[in-house]
C-alpha cells in the first residue's frame, strides 16, 4: 500500500498528531504552530478546507468523536487547555466548549467508546487527569489526582466487559474504565464510582516500568483476555494481561528495545500491536498460541 503524502500542510512548525476521521475522509492534523488544520481525503487527492485557531502554545493531541454524536473534534495543548469543536452545516467550525481546568501543558486528550456516551479523557504535566462529559445539552467534568509528577497518556477500556463476546455471563453492560500512564513510571486503572461520582483505581498501580511511561494503549478486544500496552523511556513496552476470570490480576511481559518508545496501538480487531520509539522505526507485535509476544514486521522509512 503506497502511501499518500501531504507536503503542502499549511503548517510553519513541527506537527505532533495527525488523525483520520471515523470514515477515513477526513484528516485532521495540529502543530506547534498553534493551529489544527482540516483536510478532505479522497481517493490519492486531498484538498485543505479549514484552519482552526485558539490555543496559545503548541497543540500535541487531537481526537475525533465517534459521529454518532455529530462532527466534533478535541485538541489539547501547552497551553493547559482543552478545546472542544463542531462543524455545524454548511461545514462551519466553531469552538463549544473551552476547559482551562489544568494548570500544565495537557498531554493527551482520548474519547471513551461511543457505547459510554459522549465522554473525553485528558492527561496533564499538573498530574491531573480530567474527564469531560456532554449530557442533557451540557458538559460537566471531573478533575483528579493520578500521577504525582505528570500524567502523560490514557486510554479507554473496550465498553463491554472482558469475554462478553464469548460468555452471555460475563455481559454486565457498559463499563467506564481507562488506563492512564505517567511520569511516576507507573501505569494506573481508573473505573467510575456511581457512588462517589468520580474516578476510582480499580487496582493497585501496575509497576515495572523504571522510567516515565510516555503512552499506554487499552486493547479493543473482548474476548477471553484484556491487555493493555505501555511504552516508556527505559526502552521497554509492557503488555499487562488479565483474564474474564481474573479480571483484577494483571501480568506483565517485557519487550526490549534499542530506542526510547514513544508510542503503542493495537489494531481494531485487538491482536496486533504497533509499537514507535526514537529508532525512527514501527514494529508490529503479534501473541502466538503459547502466548509468547513476536515481532512480525518492522517499517522503516
Request: charged share 20%.
Amino acid at each position: 500500500m503506497a502511501a499518500q503524502v501531504i507536503s503542502d500542510s499549511g503548517h510553519n512548525d513541527m506537527i505532533h498528531d495527525a488523525v483520520l476521521d471515523y470514515y477515513g475522509r477526513r484528516l485532521a492534523t495540529c502543530s506547534s504552530d498553534k493551529t489544527i488544520r482540516i483536510f478532505e481525503v479522497e481517493g490519492e487527492t486531498h484538498k485543505l478546507t479549514e484552519t482552526l485557531r485558539g490555543h496559545e502554545g503548541a497543540i500535541w493531541c487531537i481526537s475525533w468523536a465517534h459521529p454518532k454524536y455529530g462532527t466534533i473534534l478535541a485538541s489539547s495543548s501547552y497551553d493547559g487547555k482543552i478545546f472542544i469543536w463542531r462543524e455545524s452545516p454548511p461545514s462551519t467550525w466553531s469552538r463549544v466548549f473551552e476547559f482551562a481546568g489544568h494548570t500544565a501543558s495537557v498531554n493527551i486528550v482520548s474519547w471513551a467508546p461511543h457505547e459510554a456516551g459522549c465522554v473525553l479523557a485528558a492527561a496533564s504535566s499538573d498530574g491531573n487527569v480530567s474527564v469531560l462529559e456532554f449530557a442533557d445539552n451540557a458538559w460537566t467534568n471531573t478533575i483528579f489526582q493520578a500521577h504525582g509528577i505528570g500524567a502523560n497518556a490514557v486510554s479507554w477500556a473496550p465498553a463491554g466487559a472482558p469475554g462478553s463476546l464469548v460468555s452471555k455471563a460475563q455481559a454486565q453492560g457498559v463499563v467506564r474504565r481507562f488506563a492512564s500512564g505517567g511520569s511516576d513510571n507507573l501505569v494506573k486503572i481508573w473505573e467510575w464510582s456511581p457512588e462517589q461520582k468520580t474516578y476510582i483505581p480499580s487496582h493497585a498501580p501496575l509497576s515495572g516500568h523504571t522510567d516515565w511511561v510516555r503512552d499506554v494503549a487499552w486493547s479493543p478486544s473482548l474476548l477471553s483476555k484484556s491487555y493493555i500496552a505501555s511504552a516508556s523511556q527505559d526502552k521497554t513496552v509492557r503488555i499487562w494481561t488479565s483474564t474474564a476470570a481474573a479480571p483484577n490480576e494483571w501480568t506483565s511481559t517485557s519487550l526490549q528495545f534499542d530506542a526510547v518508545t514513544w508510542r503503542v496501538s493495537w489494531s481494531l480487531s485487538g491482536n496486533v500491536l504497533a509499537v514507535s520509539g526514537g529508532d525512527n522505526k514501527v514494529t508490529l507485535w503479534k501473541e502466538n498460541l503459547k502466548g509468547q509476544w513476536e515481532k512480525v514486521r518492522t517499517i522503516e522509512e
